[in-house]
């Protein structure tokens, strides 16, 4: 069975750090693109960063870059997001999410959701 | 970025009505569509992606639709399970952007 859990939110002040991290189980960790997604309260969902199988490729939302680092190690199945410099704005659920591939190759769309872990700056 | 909106942002219906949900993409995403099922505090699950496929264990009420800019998710005959926040979401190169939900409602 397919299982991602995050781990690592908290309270935090603003411009301090956190590293959030998803432990993944049930499926070979090392082959699937990964991705962070995160949750306002009673808002929408945003998409934050993306990494690629092995980790050589990363892509990030405006609004994270420059602050946030994706990262991940496939021997610990285990993908983190280092978050510095933090606002009030990124006070968040943060969920990590596995891309999916059906026979076809990439669908751009995901299968797997972790339950999320929330993150709240404030001083 | 490619702006997704979905409407109704709201909707009531009954048990065994058939229900529409549109998104529609601020350019062409060709079929690179997908529709999530939110229920409060809980994370989001997959229904369809590449805008018709219906993922595994999904029910087949569940179905959707559309290719370029228009999108439409349908549910046949809701059941009380169904009611929770819908969304939608494009994936292009470099922007993935979700709509911003529909949430549905027992009338």
């Known amino acids: 069975e397919v299982q991602l859990v995050e781990s690592g939110g908290g309270l935090v002040q603003p411009g301090g750090s956190l590293r959030l991290s998803c432990a993944a189980s049930?499926?070979?960790?090392?082959?699937?693109?990964m991705h962070w997604v995160r949750q306002d309260a009673g808002k929408g969902l945003v998409w934050v960063s993306r990494?690629?199988?092995?980790?050589?490729?990363?892509v990030y939302a405006d609004s994270v870059k420059g602050r946030f680092t994706i990262s991940r190690d496939n021997a610990k199945n285990t993908l983190y997001l280092q978050m510095n410099s933090l606002r009030a704005e990124d006070t968040a659920v943060y969920f990590c999410?596995?891309?999916?591939?059906?026979?076809?190759?990439?669908?751009?769309?995901?299968?797997?959701w972790g339950p999320g872990t929330l993150v709240t700056v404030s001083s | 970025d490619i702006q997704m909106t979905q409407s109704p942002s709201t909707l009531s219906a009954f048990v065994g009505d058939r229900v529409t949900i549109t998104c529609r993409a601020s350019?062409?995403?060709?079929?690179?569509l997908a529709w999530y099922q939110q229920k409060p505090g809980k994370a989001p699950k997959s229904l369809i992606y590449?805008?018709?496929n219906l993922e595994s264990g999904v029910p087949s009420r569940f179905s959707g639709s559309g290719s370029g800019t228009e999108f439409t998710l349908t549910i046949s005959s809701l059941q009380p399970d169904d009611f929770a926040t819908y969304y939608c979401?494009?994936?292009?190169?470099?922007?993935?952007?979700f709509g911003r939900g529909t949430k549905l409602e027992i009338k």
């Open positions: 999410t596995r891309e999916k591939y059906d026979i076809s190759g990439a669908t751009r769309s995901f299968d797997y």
């Open positions: 350019q062409s995403i060709s079929g690179w």
């Open positions: 049930g499926f070979t960790f090392s082959t699937y693109w």
């Open positions: 590449k805008s018709s």
């Open positions: 990494i690629d199988s092995d980790g050589s490729g990363t």
């Open positions: 979401q494009q994936y292009s190169r470099y922007s993935i952007t």
